[in-house]
Every structure is written in C-alpha cells, then in structure tokens.
C-alpha cells in the first residue's frame, strides 16, 4: 500500500495505443514515507482477455512507438536513481 498512495514524482507523457482510449505511461513513485523510489506504469489497454479475476491486459505500439516507450523507461530509471538516495551514484550501463 505504501507505493499505491505515494506521490508520482515523475511521468512521461502518455503514448497511445491502437485503440483510441488505451494508453501507456511510465512514472516514478515516491513511497509515502518518502525512503523508497519505485518505476512504475499507468495504462488503460487495448483490452484484456483472461479467467475472471485475473485479466491478462494487452496494449499494442508500432515500431515508432514502441521505440519512444523504451526511451521513456529509460529516462525514468535515470530519473530514479538520481533521485534514491539508496542506491550508489553510477549507472551499470545496462539497457
């Protein structure tokens, strides 16, 4: 519970999916007692499709799009470890 009522800190603008109403936004959260960061997304998918309770939710890009997704994540796990105070200064290089 301590994440899904922290502040958002950061977001991304939202990329659409191929349906009009479906989006995808990435954002970094703030736990509420402010010693944890966290990556996270927002979206409403194209739709879903699964046994009832247990939805397997589904959004789908281009390429274009798909590329600004990876790029947008990218930027918020930059943006999170500037900001986590737990975690060394460096970045791995990882992708």
């Not at 970094?28 to 402010?34: E, F, G, N």
């Not at 960061?37 to 274009?64: C, K, Q, R, W």
């Amino acid at each position: 519970m301590n994440v899904l009522f922290g502040d958002v800190i950061h977001a991304t603008p939202r990329e659409h999916g191929i349906n009009s109403g479906s989006f995808f936004e990435w954002r970094v959260k703030k736990s509420l007692d402010s010693t944890q960061i966290y990556v996270s997304l927002a979206m409403i998918p194209d739709g879903y499709a699964g046994s009832e309770g247990s939805p397997t939710n589904h959004i789908n890009f281009d390429l274009v799009t798909a590329t600004r997704v990876r790029d947008k994540l990218n930027e918020c796990i930059e943006f999170a470890r500037r900001h986590d105070r737990s975690m060394p200064n460096h970045t791995t290089g990882d992708n």
